[in-house]
């Protein structure tokens, strides 16, 4: 058989990662009756008729998606399982177990492969889950940590990203633009130490935003706390790639407009001071920066009453019809079009 040397060759970055999970399982086909959501949304839901099961899985490169030069490998470990907890979070759910999967190069020894493991056993004894299983394989190019959660759902309180209605409001846990300025700061002083291997950088007043990006955390006190006032949102994600594309991922999937005002986005002091350390527009850095892992929902309006007076949730915007567009109100009341400009994998 003769190979076509003129085959049509696409590159990824034309599709993006999204685009690319669509094309690449457009043609799957759930056959199970225990399948109740599969590809598309944060987690997968499973449903063994006396309890619903969720699960999500992440891959972690090294060079993409985390730097070992300022990146400690407990804090690896650590992250690595949050980031994959946060995903069960945005499903409603609560975590239960993780499987933890490694690759890699001889460049690594014992002892960092027990820094590593380090902090995945602390992420685990602090968010209560068990570490269930995994793999352990060789790579020839550095690390790579694949980590798949499992949580569990009480009856039909699983929240999908399709069900904001127009009138609900949008509200968001924390605040936002901390892990991205503090990615900044940590690439800023590898700079520093690359010129000057004798320096001794003083990051106390980023301590906040540093910890933003090497020790972020997964919301479950905010499931816990839904249970608690009777809330259940219309719809939800997780944080991880930018507040504009969650955004849109919502409002794709439900089918829906928004209107997101920016005097309403919560940003902690430290953020407002790095941004003009920096000369970064601070509404931007929390639009596109990611990696918070803070949770966006919708609520309806009949359930604002139990939850204003908190002060872990900020109301920060408004459902709309979809012919409305979605929207930035800005501080001068000008309506601005948003655009998903969060990461963005195979950019490269």
């Known amino acids: 058989m003769i190979e076509d ?11 993006g990662e999204f685009a690319l999970i669509d094309h690449l399982t457009k043609n799957f086909k759930v056959k199970q009756t225990s399948t109740i959501k599969a590809i598309g949304d944060d987690a997968a839901v499973l449903d063994f008729k006396n309890k619903k099961i969720v699960v999500s899985t992440d891959l972690l490169v090294e060079g993409v998606h985390f730097d070992l030069s300022y990146m400690p490998l407990k804090h690896l ?12 979070c945005a499903m409603n759910a609560v975590p239960t177990q ?5 690759a890699l ?22 968010y209560n889950v068990d570490v269930v299983g995994g793999d352990t ?39 936002l633009g901390g892990a991205y300025m503090g990615l900044q700061i940590l690439e800023r002083e590898k700079e520093v130490y690359k010129v000057n291997p004798n ?60 209107d997101l005002f920016e005097e309403k986005i919560p940003l902690d002091p430290v953020v407002i001071s790095t941004c003009e350390e920096f000369n970064i527009d601070s509404t931007t850095v929390a639009l596109n920066g990611g990696e918070d892992y ?27 019809e979809k012919e409305a567009g ?21 950019s490269a």
Not at 111 to 117: G, I, P, Q
Request: with cysteine; charged share 25%; hydrophobic share 35%.
């Open 199 to 258: 320096s001794q950088p003083d990051l106390e007043p980023y301590s906040y935003i540093i910890e933003r990006q090497l020790k972020p955390e997964a919301r479950k006190d905010i499931i816990k706390l839904f249970k608690d006032l009777d809330v259940k949102p219309t719809s939800m994600i997780d944080i991880s790639d930018g507040l504009s594309s969650e955004i849109m991922h919502i409002c794709k999937q439900s089918e829906v407009g928004c």
């Open 137 to 175: 394989t060789s790579s020839t190019k550095g690390l790579l940590i694949s980590v798949t959660a499992i949580g569990t759902l009480e009856g039909d309180n699983e929240v999908y990203r399709s069900g904001a209605k127009p009138n609900d409001l949008l509200v968001i846990s924390g605040d």
């Open 77 to 88: 470990g650590y992250k690595s399982v949050v980031v994959n907890l946060s995903d069960v």
């Open 98 to 102: 993780v499987t933890v999967s490694i």
């Open 294 to 320: 803070e949770l966006l929902f919708t609520i309806s309006q009949e359930d604002y009453p139990k939850i204003k007076a908190n002060p872990s949730l900020t109301v920060i915007g408004f459902i709309k």
């Open 326 to 346: 979605i929207h930035l109100v800005t501080r001068a009341e000008t309506r601005i079009p948003i655009k998903a400009q969060g990461w963005k994998n195979f």
């Open 5 to 15: 040397k003129d085959q049509q060759r696409t590159q990824l970055s034309d599709l």
């Open 105 to 126: 190069s001889n460049r690594f020894p014992l002892e960092a492969l027990e820094e590593l493991y380090a902090g995945i056993e602390t992420a685990a004894a602090i």
